[in-house]
């Protein structure tokens, strides 16, 4: 018996939370946080060193554009939950476009959203990672590492989900 996308989705995601946007930032931190410590990583590697030595980084290196991708699309999915978006509708009108969920962002006028790394990752960008198979396929494209505009599109969605976490969190204490 062959199983539709959505009784998949059912079998591994709590529908319930895809309502809460921190269910979205906190799978997000998961794929940032790698993305970060990969990079940190990298940047230790002094000259002279040996493929031995650092052969696994190199090719950590390479999941980067993925790991920056995911993190990217779920802190933007959780944002627009939190400003009362339907996670079905997300799901079906946008899926995985990183250009069309920043677009999406855009309309609720954070002019973070419009922050010339965030844009170059996810409309130039976006598409190489996410949409096609992407590099989540091997040999499909090849896909440079932009560290800096990585690290900036991160930490600008990671300011803004903290924002909303300490919202949604001053709410449910002060009740």
Known sequence: ?????????????EKSRLKDPQFWHMKAWQFASSSHF??????????????????????????????????????????????????????????????????????????????????????RLGEQIMKDGGIRYPDVRPMGIYFDEFDIALKTLQEISGEIDKELTKFITNG
């Open 1 to 13: 018996m062959k199983r539709s996308k959505t009784e998949y989705v059912d079998i591994w995601v």
């Open 38 to 123: 990969i990079r940190q990583e990298f940047l230790k590697i002094k000259d002279g060193a040996k493929l031995n030595e650092v052969g696994d980084l190199f090719n950590a290196i390479n999941s980067t554009p993925y790991l920056t991708g995911m993190a990217l699309e779920l802190f933007m999915k959780g944002y627009l939950v939190y400003k009362g978006e339907d996670p079905e509708k997300i799901r079906t009108k946008i899926g995985h476009d990183l250009k069309k969920l920043r677009e999406f962002c855009c309309r609720y006028k954070d002019k973070r959203f419009l922050k010339r790394e965030l844009i170059f990752v996810t409309d």
